[in-house]
Structures are given as C-alpha cells and as structure tokens.
C-alpha cells in the first residue's frame, strides 16, 4: 500500500512538474510610471528595452527568443498601483504590428487593443492601492505561431494609461508637486493546452477611433461609425474583437446614460448590446478616494443597472463576434448607437476592432476607409440630414416591403409628405461605400 502511495505521489510530482516546465510567462513591463497626461514628455530614462512613447504610453518589442517561448495559450495580467491621480481613468493594453526592423513610429504601423480598464478611485495611502485585470486572449496565439507572419512583422506590446495629478495635489498626503500618476506592470502567460486552435491571425480595423461632437448633432438620430475593407482572399472562420467604452462625465454625459449598440457586418445585425447593466459593488474596496460615484452605504444590482456603462477598477469586456467564411471582396463594418447625443464637448463612445480569422491574408491599409455619420432627427417629421466625413453621393429611401419611395443626390431627404411609419434609407457615400439606417416618420 506504501509502495503504491509513493507511485501515485511521484507520478503527480511528475505531472505537476511537467506542466509548470510547459508554463511560460513574458513580463512586458514592471512597475512602470506614468505621469501627467497633459505635461510635456518626460525625459527620464526608461527601462532597458523600453520605450516611453508619451507621458501615457510606453513600447517594448517581444524578442525572437520571447515569441519561440509561447505555447498554444494566452492570457494577460494587468496591475494598476495608485500613485497621484485618485479619479477614475481608462487605459489599454496592444499589439503593434511593425514591418521587419521598423521603428515603433513607423506610419506602416498596424495596432490591435487587446485589454482596456477603468481604473479606480484610489488613495494611494489606503489599502488596497493596487488593482489587476485578467483577459483570455486565446484567439490572439497565432501570432506567436505563424513562420510568415514573425518574417514580415515584429510584435510590440503598449501599455496606455492616461491621468492627470491635479486633484491628487491637493488632496492625497505626500502628492504635492508631483507629476507620477500611477504605476502599472503587464504581465503574459502562455501554457499548453492540446484544445486551443493555434491558427487564428489579426486584421486591424481600428484602434481607439471616437464617435463624438465632431460628427453628430444636437438632434436625436443615429450616431455611427463604419469601416469598409477589401480582401483578396477568403476570410476562414471570421470573427470580430470589438471593445467599445462611453465617456464624458459632464451632466447628461455619455458616461452616465446606458445606451444600446447595435453592430453590423455587411449591413446584417450580427450583435445587439447595451453596456453596463452590473453591480460595481464587487469593487467599492479598490475605491479608497471619496468620488460621487460610491457613496457610503452598497447599492443594489438595479440601482447599477439603471445608469452605469462599466465599474471603476474593472476591465471593459472583449465583444468576440462570430461571422463565418467571409468571401473575397469589399465589406464593411460599422457600430450604431440610435441615441447617441453626446451633449458636452468631452462626450465621446471609444472604439477599437479587429477581425481574426484561420489564413493569411492581412488587410492593406490602403484599403481600409473609416466613415462616421449621423442621421438626424430620427424620428422625424419632415427632413433628414445625414452629416458625414465623407460626401454623400445618393440617398433611396424605400418601405418595409423594398418599394421604394424617394431618391436623393446629397445629405437631405424631405419625406414631410410621406405617412407616418418606419421606412429604410439606404446611404451610399462618393467613395462608394454604402450602408442602411432605419428611419421612423412620425
């Protein structure tokens, strides 16, 4: 019975051994600082290996001998430690994407985010001042694991995290005059999992674009963003990593009114969400600073539910969409938000996107067009106005059955004549991209 025990004991040893051997982990960067976002770059110098792009952002490239280390899983740890901002600020972990011995500045660049968080209202004198965030990014290895793919690119990781001391020079002991806001450290994990595809390659589509004032109205309507693409190749097993976040803590802000999104690929609703909806209570203990977004006492889930689009000290999640085969030829991506406002001019919904797919073929960016625009008043009485980033070319706007009804040559459709029901516009811009929004005739 002894002898038997003892095997058991050994051959679990030797398991446990040899999936610890199996384990790797890439600390990308340590405790790095970073400092106010509005000053002047600072100069200092930075860790071996790293870049400090701006105040906000640092760069690292993953090595040769880094990448031959990684297995068929990853994951990755951010921390966040407190230091002179006590407000709640957003930042983003990425890849960059950068041809072989280019420079991180280099305009060739492609980038992916792969992780965003909010942090915390934290006192960096009260317990606990550090927060971390986990992501799986499993559908992300292939980067690692495709020979073609290492040749032509090197792989950088950023770490983004944007504060601002003021408040904190005033009100945190032993912040006076100083400009260090928080200290963050990034951390990847790979292990080996037999189940794990290993296949799946990024095409960027866009990386911290805004839907703002800039683009939208004092009038309801739609607020959109598109992108369109061409491939020459067939899209095997298609999907779409899509990280949307709104903020403008002003009155009536986007920060504070939950609103719905809907996503399309090809015109066709492939995903229908509107963010928020938890309770933050599971993270009041990373919020030492009194903030008017914690009170004293916990609030229930509704209470949450009612108001809050994301929790100060937790990730924004990773949407992962699933499309299929998508075939050779031009498509487009767009995200719609109905009641979008954006009343103040610090209002703004951030946006990044990537497809991922099992083949090689990579998205020129020469082929990849952004457009935002808004339709407005929707619901109307009489007029629609599209304003957009590009010309609008022709308009059609036809019934729930495809007759259709009216056409127009620019960004103004008059349909005060037409009876009250809800009808389609179909959109098509001069750099022939076209998109559809539904419209309701009151």
């Known amino acids: 019975m002894i002898k038997k025990y003892f095997l058991f004991s ?42 400090r792009l701006d105040n906000s952002r640092y760069a690292r490239k993953i090595t040769a001998t880094e990448i031959a280390s990684f297995n ?36 060739n660049k492609k980038t992916i985010e792969i992780g965003r968080y909010i942090t915390p209202f934290m006192n960096m004198n009260v317990a606990p001042n550090e927060v971390t965030y986990q992501y799986d990014l499993n559908h992300l290895i292939g980067i690692f694991k495709d020979a073609t793919f290492l040749q032509n690119n090197d792989i950088w990781v950023e770490f983004f995290l944007f504060g601002v001391p003021y408040a904190a020079q005033t009100q945190i002991a032993g912040c006076s005059g100083r400009e260090d806001v928080f200290q963050g450290t990034v951390n990847f994990t790979s292990t080996v999992n037999a189940t794990v595809a290993q296949d799946y390659l990024p095409k960027p589509l866009w990386s911290r674009k805004r839907i703002n004032k800039t683009t939208d109205s004092d009038f309801p309507g739609t607020a959109a963003r598109m992108v369109s693409f061409s ?12 990280i949307t976040s709104a903020h403008g803590a002003g009155s009536g802000g986007e920060e504070y009114v939950r609103r ?53 000290g937790d990730k924004i999640p990773n949407r992962l969409i699933q499309l299929g085969n998508v075939a050779t030829g031009n498509h487009a991506f767009k995200i719609s938000i109905p009641t979008g406002k954006f009343p103040n001019s610090n209002d703004e919904i951030i946006l990044s996107a990537f497809i991922y797919s099992k083949d090689n073929a990579l998205l020129d960016n020469k082929k990849v067009e952004i457009i935002d625009y808004v339709v407005y008043p929707n619901p109307t009485t009489d007029q629609i106005t599209i304003n ?55």
Do not use: M
């Open 10 to 51: 050994l051959i679990c040893l030797t398991v446990s051994l040899n999936v610890f051997a199996q384990s790797y982990q890439l600390n990308a960067f340590n405790n790095v600082v970073f400092y106010d976002g509005y000053a002047a770059t600072k100069t200092t110098a930075t860790p071996a290996g790293i870049i």
């Open 72 to 107: 068929n899983t990853l994951s990755l740890e951010v921390k966040i430690n407190a230091l002179c901002d006590n407000y709640d600020r957003q930042g983003g972990v990425f890849f960059a994407f950068v041809p072989t011995g280019e420079n991180i500045t280099s305009t």
């Open 231 to 242: 491939t020459d190749q067939d899209l095997v097993d298609a999907h779409i990593h899509l």
């Open 260 to 312: 719905q999104h809907l996503v399309y690929f090809d015109d066709v609703e492939v995903l229908k969400y509107t963010p928020g909806g938890l309770s933050c209570e599971p993270f009041r203990k990373y919020n030492t600073q009194p903030n008017g977004i914690y009170g004293n006492s916990p609030q229930s889930t509704a209470w949450w539910a009612n108001w809050n689009n994301w929790c100060p």
């Open 388 to 442: 957009a980033t590009v010309d609008v070319k022709k308009t059609t706007l036809i019934d729930l059955n495809g007759k259709v009804l009216l056409n127009g040559s620019g960004k103004r459709l008059n349909i005060q004549n037409l009876p009250a029901s809800t009808y389609i516009l179909n959109i098509e811009f001069a750099n022939g991209v076209k998109t559809t929004e539904k419209i309701v005739k009151n």
